[in-house]
């Protein structure tokens, strides 16, 4: 006696739904224990070669001059922007 390959999956498809939790369920649990970075913890350490980066957080202004282009001409600029670290 030959089952049909779709009831298999069907039935496959049914005890993986009832068996797993719903994502409201994770979401009491992740509540209910208290900090949510401890959901984190097993994230890795960022490399030390990273430490090196920190000389960019802050605040840079840069002047400048554009080059000339052949539809444009040269002119001058201004630019201020911010960078932030990463709390690991």
Request: glycine content about 8%.
């Amino acid at each position: 006696m030959k089952r049909p390959r779709g009831s298999v999956i069907i039935a496959m498809l049914a005890v993986a739904i009832t068996t797993t939790p719903s994502l409201g369920e994770q979401a009491q649990k992740v509540q209910q224990s208290g900090s949510p970075s401890v959901q984190h913890a097993g994230l890795p350490t960022p490399a030390p070669e990273l430490e090196q980066l920190k000389f960019f957080i802050g605040r840079w202004r840069c002047n400048g001059k554009q080059s000339a282009s052949p539809s444009e001409p040269e002119r001058a600029f201004k630019a201020t922007f911010e960078v932030r670290g990463v709390s690991t």
